[in-house]
């Protein structure tokens, strides 16, 4: 429907109402200005009316009137009236009522010419009424005439066609406004102001500008339910004490008031902060601003997610440096493993060598960590899930967490806690690390409270993650906070504000959330402690039948094939094997491991197990040796070994033809027993 058909549904239905009389009781007396429709027996004749100087006067007003007589009928309609309608002259003998929509606006039209014939005050109608084929808006001036012994009612019309179809329009713009999902206000200058005014004046003018309308969404994203509160209250009170946007303003005003945005962050009047887009535009004549409107988008889910992609490709970009460190690292970490292992083996009962090895095996295991953690945030922390109940994760790991520390714990976790299908390691190591952050704010002890619920995400709740049912784990401190300028680099690699600090946790526990298609957030306020909120997928499947361990290492013996680029690693790995009884041979590629397996079934001295080495730069690795092997012996027992899992063959192993793997870097016992399991397996 357009905005005709609008107007004229919205006329057709207005009610006519009736406005206070106009005035005392008067009667204009026409005779004077009649002699030319007087008959010659000295009655009046309406038909001459429109020659007599009355009607000729009526006629070349520019107002439309109607002269109506006590029978309720249009005897008179003048030039005017063809405003309304071309036929205006198929007025003249039609009824006032006619005019009119409906029986009971008939009958308050005859009702106001009656009380104007007999009480003779003027009446005013408003309303919507027709002129014989077009429907108008107006407001009906009303009074008593005569002319000799008749008694007429003069009716002038004044048209508000116009002025309620802008009304109108502007009821529907209002009503557009409001259901927009963008916050507008409209502001008024207190003095207009001129283009190009020194930047200065120019600014001091705008600030003081006062909000004169606005919609809901404008003051809810102020942190405020409806306008009510907001209109009034002049532009400064609406930017933040540090600025927020007065940069935009100030541009706003060199270019001349042309249109602007800027998008900043803005703190809420309870806590916290949304991004907010910024558009203003203004309303010039000549060099004048003299008002404008400005626009505010909320963006914060936007923002975010701009913000979760710039730091996915920070950490991407560092995983892969950190990965390749860290595969070499855990070589060279393999080797000092292992040949303290041996080391120990040949100490014998020297207690002294044996506390000084196993010092030196302690230390190595620490830097393992360190390069677990880079390979977190890497494309190697792939995490390898399962399973798991929560509740007694949260636990265990926050009692990890705070040993020896007088910070104490207090858990409030839901009976019908859902299970999450995650890595417990690493969620571990994510509890553990935002535990170790709340204990080092609280060093004079404190309460730390973990909370751990169902809950259900949606769009509205402006998370970056997909909608549905999560589980939300939440650690509050109520240390020291954290100061707003840090809250967001506080997931950034290698940031941290701590002496002691390596400014890999929470960039870790960011990466490891996000592989498991979660998401962890920070509240903190300085003074009043912070709070990590940490989203897991909750999932429906059934926990895991636990299985009673059985003795892996209870098969000694046999022949295996390690195939490794590094020297150093086949070195100590087949000297490691050797200690336990295995025969061992060695090879520096794929090539070289393939020709020794078919070699050794032609002997009809097979392999019982190949140790494979994922990662061979610039030759035959693991994925595509695992692939030829299977051809020559589709029942090959083989484990695949990496110092840098970025290839999903390191969590899914079995899928690519594996029957065991060992992360580098490994002891003696973690490669014993996972040789011994796929040797004993019947798989």
Known sequence: MNTRDRLDSFLLDAELVEIADEGATETLDLNNMLSNAVSDSGSFDLRWIRQAAFGKLLDVMPVPALLVDEKYRITFANTACGFFSNRYSELNDATFSSLFNGKDQFAKAETVLERVFLERK???????????????????????????????????????TAETKRALINEKYKQLVKLLPVGIAEFAPTLPIRIFTEEREAMGLLLESVITDGNDEFARIHGFQDMNR?????????????????????????SGFSVGSAEAGQHLPEGGERYVESTLIGLVRGELLLGFWLLKRDVTVSHKMKEDSFRAQKLESLGLLAGGIAHDFNN???AILGNINLAKMSAGNNEKL????????????????????????????????????????????????LRGSNVVPDFSISDDLRHAEIDEGQISQVINNLVINADQAMPDGGLLRVLARNVFVD????????????????????????????????????????????????????????????????????????TFHVYLPASDKELPRQVLATNA??????????????QMVRDVAA???????????????????IRLYAQAINERNPFDAVLIDLTIPGSMG?????????????????????????????????????????????????????????LNSDI
């Open 553 to 566: 290492r209870s098969r000694v013996g046999g022949s295996v094939l390690i195939m490794d680029d590094e």
């Open 354 to 401: 044996t506390q000084r090895l196993s010092e030196a095996e302690r230390g190595s295991w620490r830097a393992k960590d360190l390069t677990e953690q880079l390979l977190t945030f890497s494309r190697g922390g792939v995490p390898i899930k399962k399973v798991c109940a929560l509740g007694n994760l949260l636990k265990e790991s926050v009692a990890f967490g």
């Open 575 to 593: 000297e490691m094997l050797t200690q336990e009884g295995y025969r061992v041979v060695c090879a520096k590629d794929g090539h070289e491991a």
């Open 459 to 530: 769009q509205s709740q402006g998370l970056p993650i997909q909608d549905g049912e999560y589980v939300l784990v939440s650690v509050v401190d109520r240390g020291v906070g954290i100061p707003p300028e840090h809250t967001q680099r506080v997931f950034d690699p290698y940031f941290t504000t701590k002496p002691k600090g390596s400014g890999l946790g929470l960039a870790t526990s960011y990466a490891i959330i996000k592989n498991h298609d979660g998401y962890i957030s920070l509240e903190s306020n300085p003074g009043s402690g912070s």
């Open 332 to 334: 060279i970490l393999t």
């Open 122 to 160: 003027p009446q005013v109608l408003e309303g919507s009424f027709r002129f014989v084929n077009t429907w108008s808006w107006g407001r009906m001036h009303v009074r008593a005439v005569r002319v000799r012994e008749r008694k007429l009612a003069m009716v002038l019309v004044e048209d508000l």
């Open 230 to 254: 907001l209109t009034g209250k002049q532009l400064i009170e609406m930017l933040p004490p540090e600025g927020g946007n007065k940069e935009l303003y100030a541009g706003w005003i060199r």
């Open 622 to 678: 693991g994925q595509a040796t695992i692939e030829e092997l299977l051809k020559i012996d589709p029942s090959v027992k083989t484990i695949v070994s990496s110092g840098y899992s970025n290839d999903p063959v390191m969590s899914h192993y079995r899928a690519y033809g594996f029957k065991g793997v060992v992360t580098k870097p490994y002891n003696l016992d973690e490669l014993i027993s996972v040789l011994a399991k796929v």
